[in-house]
């Protein structure tokens, strides 16, 4: 059985939208954390918007995208299943993506039911919003950035509950901080 791993860029204030605002921060340490996230999971999961803002980055499958530390990035990333959930999307373009239209719960259950690594989660607001509903994330990774935007698209909306379990943290040199979160199903 695989889990599903959430991971977001939030500020302090939790905004998560548009985080064009990560790039200072990002440095060898922070690239070695992801590298290492995106060889522990075997597929990609996202919402129409993500998969939209990916697509043209990654599509080029000739271009050689790596940064020094980070061979084989790019080729991960093309080559893995990707999992686009989309109601409004008529087909997808990038390699290898599979498109969810209808009974997105019951298509991410039946994913999760499939021996694998981790199905890795990244933006994505509405879809998180939907699998935090149905109780599917099992860990959740929040890299909470220095920053307070005071306004903006937040990751936990208004009426959103969740008990969570605090399970691993870690600050790092930039002062990002990774949150690693279970959910507290026993709470």
Request: aromatic share 10%; hydrophobic share 40%; glycine share 6%.
């Amino acid at each position: 059985m695989s889990r599903l791993v959430v991971t977001e860029y939030v500020t302090v204030d939790g905004v998560m939208e548009d985080p064009v605002w990560i790039g200072p921060y990002y440095d060898d340490e922070f690239a070695k954390f992801k590298f290492d996230e995106l060889f522990a999971g075997d597929a990609l999961l996202m919402g129409r918007a993500t998969y939209e803002y990916f697509a043209p980055v990654w599509i080029n499958e000739t271009a050689d995208d790596d940064a020094p530390g980070q061979e084989g990035f790019a080729d991960r990333v093309r080559a893995l299943p990707k999992y686009v959930v989309s109601t409004t999307l008529e087909k997808t373009e990038w390699h290898n993506s599979h498109l969810i239209k209808t009974n997105v719960v019951e298509a991410i259950t039946k994913l999760k039911e499939q021996p694998g690594q981790d199905i890795l989660v990244a933006g994505s607001g509405t879809l998180v919003q939907t699998l935090m509903q149905h109780d599917l994330v099992d860990e959740y990774r929040l890299l909470v950035y220095p920053l307070v935007l005071g306004s903006g698209r937040r990751l936990f909306k208004d009426g959103s509950l969740a008990t969570l379990k605090l399970v691993d943290s870690r600050v790092f040199h930039s002062g990002v901080l990774a949150l690693i979160y279970h959910p507290d199903r026993k709470a």
